[in-house]
């Protein structure tokens, strides 16, 4: 009967909890974080969610008020929370920014006349530059599927690039 009645007195307990703290709680999250920190609302709930559970696992040992028990998980938690963000944000790359439209048609239009060039090399020379640029092949891969040395792979790469050059330039 005892234990039927201390779950019922603590249950009361993290209830009353809950409805005094939860809004001062809140108050501080938001303040911390910025009112606005879509983020605050979930930090707040689980500051509250994680103090019910330290207070039923016994971790509360009344040597403090419940207050400063509650303002110290708090203030944890907030300064994690920033530190996890700072991070996170030094980490974060710069997003490359977009080209220019003229920029993107100057790509377009040497990428097509690169494309008819390539056309007018000799097949061997494209069949080159196909699996070693497009397929990313090895020299010695491809000159295994081709069936010539390394040595001749990187002869007709540096050929293909220099007929390229020319063919382009006029």
Known sequence: MD????KARQKIQLEE??????????FRVKKSLGAFNPDSEDVANEIITNVIEKIKKGEFRGESSVGTFIYTIT????IDY?????KVLKHVPEPASYPAP???????????????AIKKLKP???????????KDFSREEVAQKLGISPR?????????????????KT
Do not use: D, W
């Not at 234990?3 to 201390?6: E, F, P, T």
């Not at 790469?157 to 050059?165: D, G, I, R």
């Open 3 to 6: 234990a039927i009645m201390g």
């Open 17 to 26: 909890i809950f409805v005094k703290y939860k809004p001062i709680v809140t």
């Open 102 to 116: 003229e920029e993107q048609i100057e790509n377009k239009e040497r990428a097509e006349m690169i494309a008819a």
């Open 152 to 168: 001749r792979v990187s002869e007709r790469v540096n050929y293909s690039q220099k007929l390229l050059k020319k063919l382009i």
């Open 82 to 86: 920033i530190r996890q963000k700072s």
């Open 75 to 78: 203030s944890r938690r907030i």
């Open 124 to 134: 061997k020379y494209r069949e080159v530059l196909y699996l070693y640029y497009y």
